[in-house]
């Protein structure tokens, strides 16, 4: 049987406007196999962007 850590593993989503800002999550490997791409808050530049995986 699967650990939780295998199916749910913590990935880092990056701004893509450039400024370095993080957030830290975790995803589900069964629903999300490729990497995710969310459009979140950047509070360095006072406007919501997108936000990719990055390994």
Same mark, same amino acid.
């Given at each position: 049987?699967?650990?939780?850590?295998?199916?749910?593993?913590?990935?880092?989503?990056?701004? #893509?406007?450039? #400024?370095?800002? #993080?957030?830290? #999550?975790?995803?589900?490997?069964?629903?999300?196999?490729?990497?995710?791409?969310?459009?979140?808050?950047?509070?360095?530049?006072?406007?919501?962007?997108?936000?990719?995986?990055?390994?």
């Amino acid at each position: 049987m699967a650990k939780a850590a295998d199916l749910r593993p913590i990935i880092k989503l990056r701004s #893509t406007a450039g #400024t370095g800002y #993080t957030y830290v #999550t975790r995803k589900n490997r069964r629903n999300d196999p490729d990497r995710m791409v969310l459009r979140k808050y950047d509070p360095v530049v006072r406007r919501h962007v997108e936000f990719r995986e990055e390994r």
